[in-house]
C-alpha cells in the first residue's frame, strides 16, 4: 500500500472489517497492548492529527507514535512512554498539560504531563471500530467518535468513557428544498463514519461525517441535528468561522461555506480534485485547507475564495495548526513540519 493511499486510509477509516460494530464478542486470549517503540525518524512518520497544548504541539500518528514540539514546529521529540501501537487518529487538550489521544482498536490515552507520559484509559479491539477524533470541553468533558457513528463520552478527562447511542434529529425539509443527497432526510445514522468533531464554542460542536453528512449540536454533545448537506461525499474536516460562518472540506477537492451555521452552502472554487482533510484559521483571519499530494490552500477573505499552493514533495498532509499570523504547523504522511505562508497571490488566484 502505497504512503499516500496509507495517509488516505487512516483519514478515512477505510481499514475496517466487514463485521458491524460492538458484535464481535471480547476475546479474552488477546494480548495486552504494546508500547509504541522509540525511533529516530519518528517526527517524520505518518502523523494524522495535532493540538495544542499550551505552548507545546503535540502530533500523533501511525504505531502509536506522539511527538512533540516547543518552538512551533522548527523541531520535535518523541514522547517519552505510549501504552499503545495502534494508529492515533485524534488529539485534543484541556489546558497545557491534560489531554487525550484515541486512534484505532478503539483506543483512548491520556495525559497528565503535556504529552511526555501516556496512560491507556480505553482499549477495545473487538469492536472493530476505530475513533477518529476526540473533542476536550469544559471541566473535564470529552468526547470520542469515530467509524459506524462510534461515540464516547467522558465527565473526567478521559479517566473512564461510556458509550452513547448517536441519535440526531433529521435536518429542516422546508417546502420546496431537495431531500439530503443520501436519498432520505434523517437516515439512520448508525452505519455512518465520524471523521471530525471541532467546538466553535463551549457549547456548539460540528461533527463532520461521510455519505455528506454534517451534524451540530448547541449543547455541547448532548443533542445533535444533521444539518441540511451540499454533496453526497464525505466530509473530512469542518472549521467554525466569524459570526457564524463554516467552511466544511471533502473528497475530491470539495470545499463548501456557509454564511448561517450550516443551514446553505456555497461551493468553492479549490482548483483540485484532491482530498481535503484539514483546515485552521490564523490570527488575522487568514484560513488554510489541506490534503493529499500536499495541496494547500490559502483564504485571506474569510473563505470565499482561496490561492492553491502544492508542496514541492506532493507529500500527502492530514491537519494544519496555526503558528503566528502567516504559518501553519502541518502533518502527514511526511511528518510533521512548518510551512510558511507569505504574502500569496491575489483572492482566487491558483499558483
Known amino acids: 500500500m502505497g504512503r499516500a493511499r496509507r495517509l488516505a486510509v487512516a483519514v478515512a477509516a477505510a481499514p475496517l472489517l466487514a463485521s458491524a460494530a460492538g458484535t464481535a464478542p471480547p476475546d479474552v486470549h488477546a494480548p495486552a497492548p504494546r508500547s509504541a517503540e522509540h525511533a529516530p525518524l ?6 494524522i492529527a495535532l493540538a495544542a497544548a499550551g505552548e507545546r504541539l503535540v502530533a500523533v500518528g ?46 483512548a490515552a491520556v495525559t497528565d ?5 501516556w496512560q491507556l484509559t480505553h482499549d477495545a479491539p473487538q469492536a472493530q471500530r476505530p475513533l477518529l477524533d476526540v473533542w476536550c470541553g469544559a471541566s473535564g468533558a470529552a468526547i470520542a467518535v469515530g467509524a459506524y457513528s462510534a461515540y464516547l463520552v467522558s465527565t473526567d ?21 431537495p431531500q439530503h443527497p443520501s436519498g432520505a432526510a434523517g437516515a439512520d445514522a448508525a452505519d455512518y463514519h465520524l471523521n ?3 467546538g466553535a464554542s463551549e457549547a456548539q460542536l460540528y461533527i463532520a461525517a ?32 466569524a ?36 483546515a485552521a484559521r490564523l490570527p488575522g483571519g487568514t484560513l488554510v485547507v489541506v490534503g493529499l499530494s500536499g495541496v494547500v490552500l490559502v483564504s485571506r477573505d474569510d473563505g470565499r475564495s482561496f490561492t492553491l499552493d502544492k508542496q514541492s514533495d506532493r507529500s500527502g498532509l492530514s491537519a494544519a495548526l496555526a503558528v503566528g499570523s502567516d504559518a501553519v504547523t502541518v502533518v502527514g504522511e511526511g511528518g510533521a513540519r512548518r510551512v510558511a505562508l507569505g504574502a500569496g497571490a491575489a483572492p482566487g488566484a491558483m499558483r
Request: glycine share 14%; with cysteine.
Open 62 to 107: 501511525d504505531r502509536g507514535v506522539i511527538v512533540l514540539s516547543d518552538d512551533s514546529g522548527a523541531s520535535w521529540r518523541q514522547a517519552a512512554s505510549v501504552p499503545t501501537q495502534a494508529l492515533l487518529t485524534g488529539v485534543c487538550f484541556f489546558d497545557p498539560r491534560h489531554g487525550i489521544a484515541v486512534g484505532h482498536d478503539e483506543v
Open 243 to 278: 459570526g457564524g460562518g463554516l467552511l466544511a472540506a471533502g473528497m475530491r477537492g470539495n470545499l463548501y461555506r456557509s454564511q448561517d451555521g450550516g443551514q446553505s452552502w456555497s461551493r468553492i472554487d479549490t482548483g483540485t480534485v484532491e482530498m481535503l482533510d484539514g
Open 196 to 198: 471530525r468533531l471541532v
Open 42 to 47: 519518528a517526527a517524520h512518520s505518518l502523523l
Open 113 to 117: 504531563d503535556g504529552g511526555e507520559n
Open 157 to 177: 478527562r478521559g479517566a473512564s468513557w461510556s458509550e452513547r447511542a448517536f441519535s440526531p434529529a433529521p435536518p429542516p425539509s422546508p417546502r420546496g428544498t
Open 210 to 241: 461521510e455519505a455528506g453528512h454534517l451534524y451540530r449540536s448547541d449543547d455541547a454533545g448532548g443533542q445533535w441535528r444533521e444539518l441540511p448537506s451540499p454533496y453526497a461525499g464525505s466530509f473530512f474536516d469542518i472549521l467554525p468561522l
